[in-house]
Each structure stands twice: as C-alpha cells, then as structure tokens.
C-alpha cells in the first residue's frame, strides 16, 4: 500500500470543473449540430413561403400577356423581380411543356445543366419540388395556368391547362445565411461555456474547495498528534455539518487522550506504590529493629561519653545518631508514600493547609535569622478549598520550603518567598523561591528522578515523592533555576470550590 506521501491526488475542484466544462462543450456542440441540421429544413420554408407569395404578385402580368399578347408588362415585372439574387430565373411553359417565354435578365444566372433540370422536372401539378446537384441547390416552383374562358379565344376548349409558370430560387444563399447564424450561435455557446465554467470554478472553490481544503488541513493536524486543531466553516449545509462534527470527533479524541494519559499515570503511580511497598514493606522488616537496636546503644555510649567528657567519642556518637536518623527519615517517607489513597481526600482551605505549614516549617523559616521569608496570597483566595490528602500536602510543602532554606549557604543571607495566585479558574498556583545557589540546567531534568540528589546528604526520594504526591491529586509541579540567582518551584493544584467557600466566610 502506498504512503500518503508517496500518493497522488487530484484536486477535487479541477475534476467538477472538467466535468462541468465537458458537459456544457457537449450540449454546445449538440445545439450546434441541431441547428446545422434544422438549417436546410429552415432554408427550404423560407424559400417555399418566399415563392408562394410571388404569383399573386405575377399573375395578373400573365393574363395580360395571355389575353392581350402583351409581354411588356411582364417584362417590367420580371425586371423588377430581376433585382432579387435569390431568384435564378423565371420561365412560362406552354401546354405541351416547352419553354415560351424566357427572360433574358436571367440567363447569366443559369448553373449548368439548370434547363435540363427544369425541364426533367416539369409538372402541370402546383408544386414545389428541391433539385440538388453537385452544384445546384435550389428550389423549384411550378404553377399551371387553367383554361379560362377568357383564354379559349386562343387555345382550344378541351386544354385544361393553357401554361405552366416556373419561378426558381436558389437556396444556397438562404442556407448560408443560416448556417452562418448557426455557426455564431455555436460560437456564443462555446464562448458561454468558457465563461461558466470559469465562474463555476470561482463558485466550487468557494463553496466546495476551501471548505474541503480546511477539513483536509484539519485532519492533517489530527494525524500529527495535534489534538487542539478546530475547523471553522459557516456555510450552513452539509459542510458545516461536517465540520462540526470533525471538532466534535477531535473534542471527543482530546478528552480520550487525557483518560489515557491519565490512566498510564495511574498505572504508573499504581506501579511505583507496588514498588515502593515492596521496598518498604522489605526496610521495615529487615531495618526497624537493628535500627532501633542502634539508636539504644548509641544513647547508652552518649550517656557514657558525656561521663567521661570526651569529645571525641561524643561526635563519633553523634554522627552514629545523626545516620539513623537519616535512615528513619527515609523508612518513614517511603512508607507513608505507599499507604496513599483517594480515601483520605477532603476539602481543605488553604488557609487551614498554610497555617500547618507554617507552624511545621516555623523553626526552619523564622527562627533562622539569616533567612528573610515573605508571604504574597489574598485573603479571598485563603477561602479557596482544595480537595487533598492534607498530611501529603503538607509534607510537599515543608519538603519545598525546606529545600529553599538549605539551598542558601550557611554564611551568606537570603530571602524565601511563597506566592499563592489563581492564574487559571480552575487551579491555584503556589511557586516557592529563593535567593539560592540556584540548580544547574544540566540536570534540571533529574531533580524529579527518584535517588537523584545534588545534596552530600541528600537521599534522592524528597523531590521525587514530593513530584508523585502533586501528581496523585491531580496536579503539576515542574522547576525554574538560574545557577547563581536562585530557584523557583511551581505547583499546581486544581480547586475543589471557591466562591463557595468565600460566600460562607462572608466574602
């Protein structure tokens, strides 16, 4: 199967124009072809009701050469008639159906074979008959003159017919002149269906194309993993219908991608719980009580040391005391990570949540004179309620304060800040800063990364726990350092309500 890349297309507004511009040059050229067909039909009515009218207009010129023998009249006639270039010539037969009368006004006019012609088709019927030839094409009029009483003077009273008159025209002029009416419509039909489809063109592009083309690029943007892609079209048919439900299928594929994704973090964390369970489960089991065994020993010998009033032993001890510490510190962060559940979710304020904080954090904050701390929150947003496990929230917090402290050398002053703002209705932003040494960018990405430390004593579990607790509620946390300047931790937690909360508390 080819790729999509590697596949050709034809552009869908090209193929109705073509198939639009093939239609209208067909019925063109039918239309064409009809009247080039009905021209010869034309020609002829035209050239019979043209003939029909000549004899009452020559017939009282006949009886008078018949009766009085005088052609002059006629002869005026027929030159009058002369001028007329449709008609070739003008003859009067005699009973017996020879030519008695000619005139000559016409004779530069006779095709070849013309008086063979007339003469093959002599009739003493009224009748108008085609004769066509190779080069003759005309139409031939023949009307029999009756014995009247006033003409047996002359002829004998058993002839019926005393003379046949023969009027003929040449059709070729009258089919010219058609077939060139015939050819300019043909050619304003062509011209027309040139300019249609042009228009038509403009037209499908407007209506068909562009939107096609935005659903196109729209389902472009979908393929590429860009779920946030809407197409827009206000043209109030099926195309707008589709469109909409285009943004509604993509809506719809957003909101499953947030499910998986934040399913796959579920399986993660549910993962990691398994793990760190394990772990700790394993620690408490093989550590606790050699743990505990070390913490009474070391306080017997402390108790010892400070009898004898040795300083040495007394700062070996001390360090020995200092490790087990560590080492339950980090037993009880593990262990405390994996009993997390949404059982113990509640609604708390975050004026309620900041006061346990502060009082917890108090010695680190306030009773170190080096370190100036600084609180920015409004006492609206304190109504605020966010629905967490209070006592994990509570250790992100003191864990992020506590880093910001020991981030600042021991022989220089800072400053730690914590800012609380609601730049999203649906979150409240805390960010923790310092004036610290600041993280380096290089590893900015493993801060998060579980026994990854930067600190000589660090265990590497702080962050990561403090990252996973964040993320359990449904929340974000992510760094922003400058080596040298300091460091800055955002984190963002969604609100369970908030006027609420401020309505009850008289906001």
């Not at 027309?192 to 690029?217: C, D, H, M, Q, W």
Request: charged share 25%; glycine share 4%.
């Amino acid at each position: 199967m080819k790729s999509l890349k590697n596949k050709r297309y034809i552009n869908l507004q090209i193929k109705i124009t073509v198939l639009v511009f093939v239609i209208l040059l067909s019925l063109s050229y039918l239309i064409g072809l009809y009247l080039s067909s009905n021209v010869k039909n034309k020609a002829l009515s035209i050239s019979k009701t043209y003939l029909t009218s000549l004899p009452s207009l020559i017939d009282n010129s006949i009886n008078n050469f018949m009766v009085a023998g005088d052609k002059t009249v006629v002869k005026q006639l027929v030159k009058e008639l002369s001028t007329d270039e449709n008609i070739i010539g003008i003859h009067i037969f005699d009973a017996e159906g020879d030519i008695s009368c000619a005139f000559s006004d016409f004779e530069s006019r006779y095709p070849n074979k013309y008086l063979h012609m007339i003469y093959s088709n002599y009739t003493k019927k009224e009748t108008l008959k085609e004769i066509k030839s190779e080069k003759i094409d005309m139409l031939a009029y023949y009307k029999p003159y009756e014995n009247k009483k006033e003409c047996r003077r002359c002829h004998p009273s058993e002839k019926k017919i005393i003379g046949v008159l023969n009027i003929n025209v040449d059709m070729s002029q009258f089919t010219g002149e058609l077939k060139s009416e015939a050819n300019t419509v043909q050619a304003i039909l062509m011209i027309s269906a040139f300019v249609l489809a042009g228009i038509l063109s403009y037209v499908i592009n407007y209506l068909i194309t562009r939107p096609v083309r935005k659903l196109e690029n729209g389902m472009k943007e979908v393929s590429n993993n860009n779920l946030n892609t809407t197409v827009e079209i206000n043209s109030r048919d099926e195309l707008e219908k589709l469109a909409d439900y285009f943004n509604q299928m993509v809506k719809s594929l957003r909101k499953a991608n947030k499910e998986i994704d934040s399913f796959q973090k579920s399986l993660i964390h549910t993962d990691r719980l398994m793990t760190v369970g394990q772990l700790t489960a394993s620690l408490s089991h093989e550590i606790k009580n050699p743990l505990n065994s070390i913490f009474i020993t070391a306080d017997l010998l402390l108790e010892k040391c400070e009898q004898f009033d040795d300083p040495y032993y007394t700062r070996l001890i001390d360090n020995i005391v200092s490790d087990s510490e560590r080492i339950r510190d980090i037993i009880s962060q593990t262990l405390n990570f994996s009993k997390l559940d949404n059982s113990g979710l509640e609604a708390v304020p975050i004026k309620d949540l900041l006061n346990n904080i502060l009082i917890y954090a108090g010695r680190i904050l306030f009773d170190n004179e080096r370190i100036n701390f600084e609180l920015d929150a409004n006492d609206r947003l304190m109504q605020c309620n966010l629905k967490v496990n209070k006592t994990s929230m509570e250790q992100v917090f003191i864990n992020l304060l506590k880093n910001a402290v020991e981030s600042i050398p021991d022989n220089e002053e800072g400053e730690v800040r914590l800012v609380i703002k609601r730049d999203d209705v649906n979150y409240v932003t805390f960010v923790i800063s310092d004036t610290g040494v600041g993280i380096p960018e290089s590893v900015q990405d493993d801060i998060f990364n579980q026994f990854y430390t930067t600190k000589k004593q660090g265990t590497g579990l702080g962050l990561s726990i403090v990252k996973e607790l964040v993320e359990f509620h449904d929340g974000e946390i992510y760094v922003e350092s400058e080596e040298g300047k300091g460091t800055s931790f955002i984190v963002k937690l969604p609100v369970a309500d908030c006027e609420q909360a401020a309505s009850r508390n008289g906001e």
